[in-house]
């Protein structure tokens, strides 16, 4: 569980608050936000923690950079799945051949410059067929992503070899398009995309309904839910809340794409009540410097635009 500290610094920075050099030496001094109890082989390097969440399914975490971003492999019986490919600012691939041997194909939670930045290094990618999705696969230039490698965003020095006046998003292609109730069979299980836009109007959730196993990209996440950027539609939004909470009794975790790698299913439940609940005018909200309110709901928050 994250420890009161770093739960305060996770609402200052959903407010909007710029962290002093003291304030980001005890976030960084802060132990990283996972589940002592999970498995953590030798797997790990100077950027990622490495961790087996579940069985033949692990979590390729960056806790060393503000956004703490997640990307999960997925070993099947001829291929390797990879959902998402995190920053592009440490060497994901090389972690990825360290722990499987197989083919690796690669999906996208969606097409954010912080989920796709391994992207170029991968032979095959799925990916969504919207205009949101072509824009994105052009890449994104440094100085689009350059506050990602600046001080303020790292709790350590970057990766060797890498510099942060190089740091950009490269251009890749998608090989093979998914749609709602596209399955990907990998033999020893089954994962079917679900489209949840609303985040993005290419985001995605991935089903594994044996297992009860939900990935659930940014559509959901322990921490400050952004739902602000141009590219977000609450409506949409609302209605793939509504949709997976509607699954959440059928499954036994929430296997999100920041902060932390598993969540309690119910939490879907909560966040589906609390958005009725802002529709209603029932909940308050804090306005943040940038004029985004802020609604807690506890183990996470909503931040919307300013009405």
Sequence with gaps: ?????????FFFVALGCTPTSKQETSWCDQPLAVDNSL????????????????????????????????????????YALLFDTGN?????????????????????????YDHVGGNADF???????????HNRMKGRTHEQVAEEVSAAAL?????????????????????????????????????????????????????????????????????????????????????????????APSLKYLLPAHNFPLADPKLLVTLNEGLQEIEEGKVKYILNKDGRRVYDFGEFSVLMAEE
């Design 1 to 9: 569980m994250r420890t009161p500290l770093l739960s305060l610094i």
């Design 155 to 247: 709790c350590k020095p970057l990766p060797d070899n890498k510099k942060a006046e190089d740091h950009y998003i490269r251009p890749y292609e998608v090989d093979s398009v998914v749609t709602e109730g596209t399955t990907i069979d990998m033999g020893n299980r089954k994962l079917k995309i679900i489209s949840i836009p609303g985040h993005t109007p290419d985001a995605i959730g991935l089903l594994d309904e044996a297992n009860g196993l939900l990935w659930t990209g940014d559509t959901f996440y322990k921490g400050p839910i952004w739902l602000f950027a141009k590219e977000t539609d609450l409506p949409a939004y609302r209605n793939s809340i509504n949709r997976l909470a509607a699954l």
């Design 88 to 112: 592009g600012i440490g060497n994901i691939k090389a972690v990825v051949n360290s722990i499987t041997q197989l083919p690796v194909r690669v999906l996208n939670s969606h097409s954010h």
């Design 39 to 78: 498995k953590r082989p030798q797997y790990s390097t100077d950027w990622f923690e490495v961790y087996e969440v579940q069985d033949s399914c692990y979590a390729i975490y960056e806790p060393y950079q503000w956004q703490q971003v997640i990307s999960y492999l997925i070993i099947g019986n001829e």
């Design 123 to 133: 032979d095959f990618i799925y990916g969504m067929d919207t205009e949101f999705t």
